[in-house]
T-cell receptor, first 113, second 112 residues
Framework: DVKVTQSSRYLVKRTGEKVFLECVQDMDHENMFWYRQDPGLGLRLIYFSYDVKMKEKGDIPEGYSVSREKKERFSLILESASTNQTSMYLC????????????FGPGTRLTVT | GQQLNQSPQSMFIQEGEDVSMNCTSSSIFNTWLWYKQDPGEGPVLLIALYKAGELTSNGRLTAQFGITRKDSFLNISASIPSDVGIYFCAGQRWEYGNKLVFGAGTILRVKS
């Protein structure tokens, strides 16, 4: 079974803090993705990575950065957290050209106060 | 970004009923996927479809890749209480590479 794990299920941070969300997949997948999910807005892509050290902006990259130093790990960084970044953050991975289906982690519920 | 048109937005189920939902687009897709999300959890992949006309089952769930490649359907037979949750469709197109386009979701609730 594909397993995608996220470092925290719940996180509470203060405005202005630097926040790191970690994601690890164990299936040697090429691609990894970060989404945020908000009521009424659906799943929105923040960033994705198709290879180690490679990244592409998604639909809402502002205020976020990412890092992929190893194939299995993809980190989302909030440089200076703001209250409008309170959300559910979901990480996903997919095989790549051998398959486009994405497998999601359990999510991190981030609250910025 | 582009979204898929998923309907219905929500529905109530009574145990034992069959449930149908669908996803449509004005564009052609090469892969259709169906996910279920429980409250506070990440979406779980239910069924993946790769060919136009393909019909695939996973237990009581059956999904079809529309022949026009612009739509997909998910049916749940003999629903049970644990079927409640949000069901998402997602599609992949060559133009978008490895990215998926998602529907807004169908919320399944239990009829009291």
């Amino acid at each position: 079974d594909v397993k995608v794990t996220q470092s925290s299920r719940y996180l509470v941070k203060r405005t202005g803090e630097k926040v790191f969300l970690e994601c690890v997949q164990d299936m040697d997948h090429e691609n990894m993705f970060w989404y945020r999910q908000d009521p009424g807005l659906g799943l929105r892509l923040i960033y994705f990575s198709y290879d180690v050290k490679m990244k592409e902006k998604g639909d809402i990259p502002e205020g976020y950065s990412v890092s992929r130093e190893k194939k299995e790990r993809f980190s989302l960084i909030l440089e200076s957290a703001s209250t409008n970044q309170t959300s559910m953050y979901l990480c996903a991975s997919s095989p790549g050209t051998s398959g486009y289906e994405q497998y999601f982690g359990p999510g991190t519920r981030l609250t910025v106060t | 970004g582009q979204q898929l048109n998923q309907s219905p937005q929500s529905m109530f189920i009574q145990e034992g009923e069959d449930v149908s939902m669908n996803c449509t687009s004005s564009s052609i897709f090469n892969t259709w996927l169906w996910y279920k999300q429980d409250p506070g959890e990440g979406p779980v992949l239910l069924i993946a479809l790769y060919k136009a006309g393909e019909l695939t089952s996973n237990g009581r769930l059956t999904a079809q890749f529309g022949i026009t490649r612009k739509d997909s359907f998910l049916n749940i037979s003999a629903s049970i209480p644990s079927d409640v949750g949000i069901y998402f469709c997602a599609g992949q197109r060559w133009e978008y590479g490895n990215k998926l386009v998602f529907g807004a979701g169908t919320i399944l609730r239990v009829k009291s």
